[in-house]
């Protein structure tokens, strides 16, 4: 008998994740064949395929391309209903941590709380693929630098050099595609006007990249030989910076994963003590709920702050 409430009680929560879940995978079926269609017919006008691939071009940086990148981490193209898709998310996430919190037996008004846990989560991975991307600029800096030092002092052109190094780097990196996408475009149509703007684009993307831009602009504004070995010397010291951040930021991913470690340890102490037959009636009254419950959303609100406090630190 016991054995059938339990059932009775975890079957439709069950029930409710499935038909979210279908629910899911039918926008996403959708919206990927939109994506397709509107692929093929791009194709057929002779446009860009990476441009057809993805919909309509977004700027780089804002928040619909920092949301097409997370989703991108998870296989998924989200083109053109990047709010829906977040939304989706959220809901999504919700009801899949309420439903695991039940199936390990938490109280319900603790597992209540993974509605608000999933939205957090899924906010806190967004700014995590993005953070990820700001790294990623500034691991392949050192080289952009190492390779346009010597560059320049062949070839007077300032931005043909950088585009030669920007061809160097990595496909698809997201430093080569600001460089080739947003700053040599901007230049080459805007000329000198362009860099201040760019600057401040460049800095709010990383402070390092801010610096290179300015350390650029200068040279192509100037142009000499002593402005190419002013340049050298500064790259070669911004390399050395950034090559220690990009180590401490191997130390900070380390640390992230001992932060999450913990937590996931926590939990299964708090499941363990739930699931003991002789602390089932403690568990049961509303004050033991409330404390789990402020347990569980303290860890959540405090993985994102040290996640943040991490990353800033590094």
């Not at 829906?84 to 919190?101: K, N, Q």
């Not at 004050?287 to 943040?308: C, D, E, R, S, T």
């Amino acid at each position: 008998m016991e054995l059938t409430g339990v059932l009775n009680q975890v079957l439709p929560l069950v029930g409710a994740g499935a038909l979210g879940y279908v629910g899911y995978r039918l926008g996403l079926t959708l919206a990927n064949a939109r994506v397709g269609a509107s692929r093929r017919v791009a194709e057929l006008a002779g446009l860009d395929a990476a441009k057809a691939a993805t919909g309509e071009g977004v700027e780089f940086g804002s928040e619909a391309h920092k949301v097409r990148l997370a989703f991108q981490r998870l296989g998924l193209n989200v083109a053109g209903w990047e709010g829906a898709a977040v939304t989706l998310a959220r809901v999504v996430s919700a009801v899949v941590i309420f439903l695991l919190l039940r199936i390990l037996g938490m109280p319900p008004l603790t597992a209540v709380l993974g509605l608000v846990a999933g939205p957090i989560l899924v906010s806190g991975f967004l700014t995590d693929a993005w953070n990820n991307v700001q790294k990623d600029i500034e691991r392949e800096i050192p080289l952009f630098l190492s390779g346009l030092s010597s560059t320049v002092q062949v070839t007077p052109n300032v931005l043909q050099a950088v585009e030669d190094e920007a061809q160097a780097l990595r496909a698809g990196s997201p430093l080569q595609t600001w460089l080739l996408k947003v700053f040599l475009p901007r230049c080459q149509r805007e000329g000198f006007e362009a860099l201040e703007a760019l600057t401040r684009e460049a800095a709010a993307l990383s402070s390092s990249l801010g610096i290179v831009v300015f350390l650029i602009g200068r040279m192509w504004q100037t142009g000499g030989a002593e402005w190419r070995k002013a340049f050298e010397t500064a790259a070669g010291n911004l390399e050395g910076v950034l090559d220690a951040r990009v180590l401490g930021q191997s130390i900070g991913t380390t640390a992230k994963g001992s932060v999450k470690l913990i937590a996931v340890i926590t939990l299964g102490i708090i499941v363990m003590i739930v699931r003991t037959p002789a602390l089932a009636k403690v568990v049961q009254q509303p004050v033991v709920q409330i404390a789990y419950a402020a347990i569980v959303i303290a860890m959540v609100f405090g993985l994102q702050f040290m996640n943040k406090l991490i990353d800033e630190a590094f």
